[in-house]
Protein backbone atom coordinates (compact mmCIF):
# COMPACT_ATOMS: atom_id res chain seq x y z
CA UNK A 1 0.00 0.00 0.00
CA UNK A 2 0.97 3.81 -0.27
CA UNK A 3 3.18 5.33 2.37
CA UNK A 4 2.18 8.95 3.58
CA UNK A 5 4.30 11.10 5.23
CA UNK A 6 2.70 13.86 6.39
CA UNK A 7 4.50 16.92 8.16
CA UNK A 8 4.29 18.83 10.64
CA UNK A 9 3.44 15.67 12.90
CA UNK A 10 1.64 18.62 15.16
CA UNK A 11 2.17 22.61 16.01
CA UNK A 12 1.02 24.88 18.02
CA UNK A 13 -0.09 28.18 16.54
CA UNK A 14 -0.93 31.57 17.25
CA UNK A 15 -4.16 32.78 16.62
CA UNK A 16 -4.68 34.80 13.17
CA UNK A 17 -1.31 32.79 11.68
CA UNK A 18 -1.56 30.57 8.71
CA UNK A 19 0.00 26.64 9.07
CA UNK A 20 0.67 24.59 5.75
CA UNK A 21 0.47 21.03 6.06
CA UNK A 22 2.66 18.86 3.98
CA UNK A 23 1.72 15.65 2.11
CA UNK A 24 4.18 13.32 0.30
CA UNK A 25 3.19 10.17 -1.08
CA UNK A 26 5.93 7.27 -2.10
CA UNK A 27 3.57 6.32 -5.24
CA UNK A 28 1.53 8.57 -7.77
CA UNK A 29 -1.95 8.74 -6.57
CA UNK A 30 -4.54 10.55 -8.56
CA UNK A 31 -7.10 11.79 -5.62
CA UNK A 32 -6.07 13.28 -2.63
CA UNK A 33 -8.33 14.05 0.73
CA UNK A 34 -7.96 16.25 3.12
CA UNK A 35 -9.70 15.64 6.30
CA UNK A 36 -10.50 17.31 9.74
CA UNK A 37 -10.95 15.20 13.26
CA UNK A 38 -12.01 17.92 15.78
CA UNK A 39 -11.23 16.88 19.59
CA UNK A 40 -13.33 13.94 20.08
CA UNK A 41 -15.31 13.68 16.98
CA UNK A 42 -15.26 11.17 13.79
CA UNK A 43 -13.57 12.33 10.60
CA UNK A 44 -15.21 15.28 8.09
CA UNK A 45 -13.60 15.54 4.28
CA UNK A 46 -12.75 18.85 3.95
CA UNK A 47 -11.83 18.29 -0.10
CA UNK A 48 -10.55 16.22 -2.43
CA UNK A 49 -7.25 17.58 -4.22
CA UNK A 50 -6.79 16.19 -8.14
CA UNK A 51 -3.34 17.01 -10.08
CA UNK A 52 -3.57 19.65 -12.40
CA UNK A 53 -7.11 21.10 -11.00
CA UNK A 54 -8.77 23.16 -8.64
CA UNK A 55 -9.77 21.23 -5.57
CA UNK A 56 -13.28 20.34 -5.12
CA UNK A 57 -14.90 21.45 -1.49
CA UNK A 58 -17.30 19.86 0.69
CA UNK A 59 -20.18 22.27 2.50
CA UNK A 60 -19.30 24.00 5.17
CA UNK A 61 -15.20 24.69 3.55
CA UNK A 62 -14.18 27.18 1.48
CA UNK A 63 -10.89 28.06 -0.23
CA UNK A 64 -10.22 31.25 1.47
CA UNK A 65 -9.74 29.37 5.10
CA UNK A 66 -8.18 26.27 3.60
CA UNK A 67 -5.99 26.78 0.12
CA UNK A 68 -4.90 23.54 -1.24
CA UNK A 69 -2.11 22.87 -3.98
CA UNK A 70 -1.53 19.62 -5.81
CA UNK A 71 1.30 20.37 -7.63
CA UNK A 72 2.07 17.01 -8.47
CA UNK A 73 0.83 13.23 -8.45
CA UNK A 74 2.98 12.45 -5.14
CA UNK A 75 2.40 15.52 -2.90
CA UNK A 76 0.00 18.21 -1.76
CA UNK A 77 -0.25 20.86 0.81
CA UNK A 78 -3.41 21.92 3.00
CA UNK A 79 -3.23 25.68 4.29
CA UNK A 80 -5.61 26.38 7.78
CA UNK A 81 -5.86 30.20 7.40
CA UNK A 82 -6.57 32.97 9.93
CA UNK A 83 -6.45 30.43 12.80
CA UNK A 84 -8.64 30.69 15.56
CA UNK A 85 -8.77 28.06 18.22
CA UNK A 86 -11.88 26.34 16.35
CA UNK A 87 -9.50 25.02 14.15
CA UNK A 88 -7.69 22.93 16.69
CA UNK A 89 -8.10 19.28 15.32
CA UNK A 90 -6.37 16.99 13.85
CA UNK A 91 -6.07 17.09 10.06
CA UNK A 92 -5.16 13.74 7.84
CA UNK A 93 -4.68 13.66 3.98
CA UNK A 94 -5.55 9.78 2.53
CA UNK A 95 -5.23 8.78 -0.61
CA UNK A 96 -7.43 6.13 -2.60
CA UNK A 97 -5.07 3.02 -3.96
CA UNK A 98 -6.67 0.15 -6.09
CA UNK A 99 -9.23 3.18 -7.17
CA UNK A 100 -10.42 3.17 -3.27
CA UNK A 101 -11.88 -0.67 -3.94
CA UNK A 102 -9.73 -2.05 -0.97
CA UNK A 103 -9.75 1.36 0.97
CA UNK A 104 -7.75 4.37 1.46
CA UNK A 105 -4.53 5.30 3.08
CA UNK A 106 -4.14 7.87 5.69
CA UNK A 107 -1.41 9.80 6.36
CA UNK A 108 -0.58 10.00 10.79
CA UNK A 109 -2.03 13.09 11.16
CA UNK A 110 -1.43 16.88 12.26
CA UNK A 111 -2.33 17.57 15.49
CA UNK A 112 -2.93 21.55 15.63
CA UNK A 113 -3.56 23.50 18.48
CA UNK A 114 -4.31 27.05 18.20
CA UNK A 115 -3.57 29.23 20.94
CA UNK B 1 -28.41 12.55 2.68
CA UNK B 2 -25.84 10.28 4.42
CA UNK B 3 -25.54 9.20 7.60
CA UNK B 4 -23.48 6.88 9.49
CA UNK B 5 -23.65 6.45 13.19
CA UNK B 6 -22.29 3.96 15.80
CA UNK B 7 -22.55 3.50 19.49
CA UNK B 8 -19.94 5.60 21.53
CA UNK B 9 -18.17 2.89 23.87
CA UNK B 10 -17.62 -0.37 24.34
CA UNK B 11 -16.01 -2.15 27.01
CA UNK B 12 -15.28 -5.75 27.10
CA UNK B 13 -13.08 -8.63 28.77
CA UNK B 14 -9.47 -9.88 27.30
CA UNK B 15 -10.01 -13.18 25.69
CA UNK B 16 -13.24 -12.56 25.07
CA UNK B 17 -15.49 -11.44 21.65
CA UNK B 18 -16.24 -7.81 20.54
CA UNK B 19 -19.13 -6.67 18.62
CA UNK B 20 -19.21 -3.32 17.20
CA UNK B 21 -22.19 -2.05 15.01
CA UNK B 22 -22.88 0.20 12.75
CA UNK B 23 -25.93 1.56 10.99
CA UNK B 24 -25.63 3.89 7.49
CA UNK B 25 -28.85 5.29 5.82
CA UNK B 26 -27.96 5.74 2.25
CA UNK B 27 -28.37 2.70 -0.01
CA UNK B 28 -26.65 3.26 -2.76
CA UNK B 29 -23.42 2.49 -0.27
CA UNK B 30 -21.29 0.18 -2.32
CA UNK B 31 -18.17 -0.05 -0.05
CA UNK B 32 -18.47 -0.40 3.50
CA UNK B 33 -14.86 -0.44 5.45
CA UNK B 34 -13.55 -0.32 8.93
CA UNK B 35 -10.86 1.73 10.80
CA UNK B 36 -8.86 1.55 13.78
CA UNK B 37 -7.25 4.55 15.14
CA UNK B 38 -5.28 3.90 18.16
CA UNK B 39 -4.24 7.05 20.28
CA UNK B 40 -1.94 9.96 18.94
CA UNK B 41 -1.95 7.37 15.74
CA UNK B 42 -3.12 7.64 12.00
CA UNK B 43 -5.86 6.17 10.53
CA UNK B 44 -5.63 1.68 9.85
CA UNK B 45 -7.77 -0.02 7.32
CA UNK B 46 -8.89 -3.25 8.89
CA UNK B 47 -11.05 -4.51 6.74
CA UNK B 48 -13.32 -3.88 4.03
CA UNK B 49 -16.85 -5.53 2.63
CA UNK B 50 -18.90 -5.06 -0.97
CA UNK B 51 -22.29 -4.66 -0.81
CA UNK B 52 -22.83 -7.66 -2.53
CA UNK B 53 -21.38 -9.47 0.14
CA UNK B 54 -22.79 -10.77 3.85
CA UNK B 55 -19.57 -11.47 5.40
CA UNK B 56 -16.44 -11.43 4.99
CA UNK B 57 -13.82 -13.20 7.32
CA UNK B 58 -9.66 -12.17 7.92
CA UNK B 59 -8.23 -13.91 10.50
CA UNK B 60 -9.90 -12.45 14.00
CA UNK B 61 -11.94 -10.15 12.31
CA UNK B 62 -15.48 -11.35 10.51
CA UNK B 63 -17.88 -8.05 9.33
CA UNK B 64 -21.27 -9.09 8.55
CA UNK B 65 -23.68 -6.88 6.65
CA UNK B 66 -27.65 -7.04 6.66
CA UNK B 67 -28.42 -4.91 3.36
CA UNK B 68 -32.05 -4.81 4.05
CA UNK B 69 -31.53 -3.66 7.50
CA UNK B 70 -28.64 -1.28 6.56
CA UNK B 71 -26.68 -2.86 9.66
CA UNK B 72 -22.49 -3.53 9.43
CA UNK B 73 -20.88 -5.33 12.57
CA UNK B 74 -17.28 -5.90 13.02
CA UNK B 75 -16.63 -8.84 15.24
CA UNK B 76 -12.91 -9.14 17.20
CA UNK B 77 -12.65 -12.79 18.69
CA UNK B 78 -10.27 -13.37 21.20
CA UNK B 79 -10.02 -9.66 21.81
CA UNK B 80 -6.91 -8.40 23.22
CA UNK B 81 -5.31 -5.27 25.23
CA UNK B 82 -4.09 -4.28 22.07
CA UNK B 83 -7.19 -3.98 20.49
CA UNK B 84 -8.32 -0.82 22.90
CA UNK B 85 -8.80 1.70 20.49
CA UNK B 86 -11.63 3.82 18.09
CA UNK B 87 -13.12 2.18 15.82
CA UNK B 88 -14.56 4.16 12.76
CA UNK B 89 -16.70 2.65 9.94
CA UNK B 90 -16.70 4.16 7.02
CA UNK B 91 -18.69 4.28 3.54
CA UNK B 92 -18.66 5.09 -0.14
CA UNK B 93 -20.93 4.78 -3.09
CA UNK B 94 -18.40 3.86 -5.95
CA UNK B 95 -14.32 3.29 -5.87
CA UNK B 96 -12.21 6.24 -5.64
CA UNK B 97 -15.18 8.21 -4.12
CA UNK B 98 -15.32 10.29 -0.74
CA UNK B 99 -15.23 8.43 2.67
CA UNK B 100 -18.84 9.12 4.77
CA UNK B 101 -17.36 8.19 8.47
CA UNK B 102 -19.01 6.92 11.40
CA UNK B 103 -18.86 8.89 15.15
CA UNK B 104 -16.29 6.07 15.97
CA UNK B 105 -17.02 2.94 19.09
CA UNK B 106 -14.39 3.50 21.59
CA UNK B 107 -13.38 -0.41 22.71
CA UNK B 108 -11.73 -0.35 26.21
CA UNK B 109 -10.13 -4.31 26.72
CA UNK B 110 -10.11 -5.37 30.57
CA UNK B 111 -7.53 -7.27 31.61
Known amino acids: SAVISQKPSRDICQRGTSLTIQCQVD?????MFWYRQQPGQSLTLIATANQGSEATYESGFVIDKFPISRPNLTFSTLTVSNMSPEDSSIYLC????????????FGSGTRLTVV | GEDVEQSLFLSVREGDSSVINCTYT??????LYWYKQEPGAGLQLLTYIFSNMDMKQDQRLTVLLNKKDKHLSLRIADTQTGDSAIYFCAESKAAGNKLTFGGGTRVLVKP
Open chain 2, 26 to 31: DSSSTY
Open chain 1, 94 to 105: SVVRDRGIYGYT
Open chain 1, 27 to 31: SQVTM
